[in-house]
């Protein structure tokens, strides 16, 4: 979970954003519809009204919705934007909960907000909604409307809404997934539905797969001039073209430039070919979100402690580290097998006209 302050995780030992951590404590879970209701197990912990869903730029998978059309339905809204690797893996839960409770009353609505002006690309919303197999409906909330009506600070966010339009919970961040599908059902036994108690079970891969979270020790970490742990003698040169070089060794989560490089607000962008970036990272996986700046598609290859990853290969590159970008998003370069050590990870351009964003791990 990233905050709009863009904060580091708890899971990493510092407090606040992309944590773990439950929001909500857990219940016994009651042996029939009838005692869940007369245990009111589900407090209004916000008690607030659904804010507007007013001022999307447009929507996608539906026509748009308004809170006085969905009264009467269980609503969850999930905030997200798709270069996230947090928002990802809740992303099958989403999908699952979706499919087992529409017709027993549920609205899954995916609210789009971006984090990088890539994600402001009605087109690249559009695609990533097909790729990332999205049929509920999504509010493309580029201004920022929903997100600041709902007075939102983080990328995933869920809220519960009852039938009766009053916001009863909410989530920030992965995990307590059980919890929150028992919201779910106790939310529509309050609206008169009758549901199956169970729980969904998912097999989720590649980037939506859980994260290893006993063997991560690495943050998201941004490439642009605000990026922290940066290495390259000299520093960062902002807004500027400059040729960077590496320093004798890295220390971990520190990161270099080499080549000719202009660093800008979000992004490092590489001015001619062979550019490379290094990280000392330790994690199970490595992704980085980048995309072409001024070329159809840049050719990538990655080294994992100076040889080609072989079957530590993310699902974006083959045994060799060979890859392609073709288009602005989260590419999955490393997910390797235990044991989970230190490691020194390389990325050479083979192009110019790459911008890169951001690492995160899992």
């Given at each position: 979970?990233?905050?709009?302050?863009?904060?580091?995780?708890?899971?990493?030992?510092?407090?606040?954003?992309?944590t773990r951590s439950d929001t909500f404590e857990?219940?016994?879970?009651?042996?029939?519809?009838?005692?869940?209701?007369?245990?009111?197990?589900?407090?209004?912990?916000?008690?607030?009204?659904?804010?507007?869903?007013?001022?999307?730029?447009?929507?996608?998978?539906?026509?748009?919705?308004?809170?006085?059309?969905?009264?009467?339905?269980?609503?969850?809204?999930?905030?997200?934007?798709?270069?996230?690797?947090?928002?990802?893996?809740?992303?099958?839960?989403?999908?699952?909960?979706?499919?087992?409770?529409?017709?027993?009353?549920?609205?899954?609505?995916?609210?789009?907000?971006?984090?990088?002006?890539?994600?402001?690309?009605?087109?690249?919303?559009?695609?990533?909604?097909?790729?990332?197999?999205?049929?509920?409906?999504?509010?493309?909330?580029?201004?920022?409307?929903?997100?600041?009506?709902?007075?939102?600070?983080?990328?995933?966010?869920?809220?519960?809404?009852?039938?009766?339009?009053?916001?009863?919970?909410?989530?920030?961040?992965?995990?307590?997934?059980?919890?929150?599908?028992?919201?779910?059902?106790?939310?529509?036994?309050?609206?008169?539905?009758?549901?199956?108690?169970?729980?969904?079970?998912?097999?989720?891969?590649?980037?939506?797969?859980?994260?290893?979270?006993?063997?991560?020790?690495?943050?998201?970490?941004?490439?642009?001039?605000?990026?922290?742990?940066?290495?390259?003698?000299?520093?960062?040169?902002?807004?500027?073209?400059?040729?960077?070089?590496a320093p004798a060794g890295l220390r971990l989560?520190?990161?270099?430039?080499?080549?000719?490089?202009?660093?800008?607000?979000?992004?490092?962008?590489?001015?001619?070919?062979?550019?490379?970036?290094?990280?000392?990272?330790?994690?199970?996986?490595?992704?980085?979100?980048?995309?072409?700046?001024?070329?159809?598609?840049?050719?990538?290859?990655?080294?994992?402690?100076?040889?080609?990853?072989?079957?530590?290969?993310?699902?974006?590159?083959?045994?060799?580290?060979?890859?392609?970008?073709?288009?602005?998003?989260?590419?999955?370069?490393?997910?390797?097998?235990?044991?989970?050590?230190?490691?020194?990870?390389?990325?050479?351009?083979?192009?110019?006209?790459?911008?890169?964003?951001?690492?995160?791990?899992?």
């Amino acid at each position: 979970m990233r905050s709009i302050q863009f904060l580091l995780g708890a899971a990493l030992g510092t407090a606040v954003a992309c944590t773990r951590s439950d929001t909500f404590e857990t219940r016994p879970r009651a042996s029939s519809q009838d005692e869940i209701m007369a245990e009111k197990k589900i407090p209004p912990i916000l008690a607030s009204t659904f804010p507007p869903l007013a001022g999307a730029t447009q929507w996608l998978n539906s026509p748009p919705l308004t809170v006085e059309a969905l009264r009467g339905k269980v609503v969850v809204v999930d905030f997200w934007t798709y270069s996230c690797i947090n928002w990802r893996r809740t992303l099958p839960y989403l999908r699952a909960w979706s499919e087992k409770y529409q017709g027993r009353g549920l609205v899954v609505i995916g609210v789009h907000t971006p984090e990088f002006e890539f994600e402001k690309n009605i087109d690249n919303v559009r695609k990533a909604v097909l790729d990332m197999r999205i049929d509920y409906p999504v509010a493309v909330d580029s201004d920022y409307s929903i997100w600041n009506a709902f007075e939102n600070q983080y990328w995933p966010a869920l809220y519960f809404v009852d039938a009766r339009g009053q916001v009863r919970h909410h989530h920030f961040g992965e995990g307590s997934y059980d919890l929150s599908e028992r919201v779910i059902q106790d939310l529509l036994i309050e609206a008169g539905q009758g549901v199956a108690l169970d729980e969904v079970s998912l097999d989720a891969r590649g980037p939506e797969a859980g994260a290893d979270w006993a063997n991560l020790a690495s943050p998201e970490t941004y490439l642009g001039a605000r990026g922290e742990h940066f290495a390259s003698p000299g520093g960062v040169v902002p807004d500027r073209r400059q040729v960077y070089t590496a320093p004798a060794g890295l220390r971990l989560n520190h990161w270099a430039l080499v080549g000719d490089w202009t660093v800008v607000r979000e992004a490092a962008v590489l001015n001619a070919p062979n550019g490379r970036i290094v990280y000392r990272f330790h994690a199970r996986d490595l992704h980085l979100v980048m995309g072409p700046a001024r070329a159809s598609s840049v050719r990538f290859r990655v080294h994992i402690d100076g040889k080609s990853p072989g079957a530590a290969h993310g699902v974006d590159v083959d045994d060799r580290g060979n890859g392609t970008i073709a288009e602005p998003r989260m590419y999955q370069l490393i997910r390797q097998a235990t044991p989970i050590v230190d490691r020194v990870f390389e990325i050479e351009f083979l192009d110019p006209g790459v911008e890169v964003f951001s690492f995160t791990f899992g």
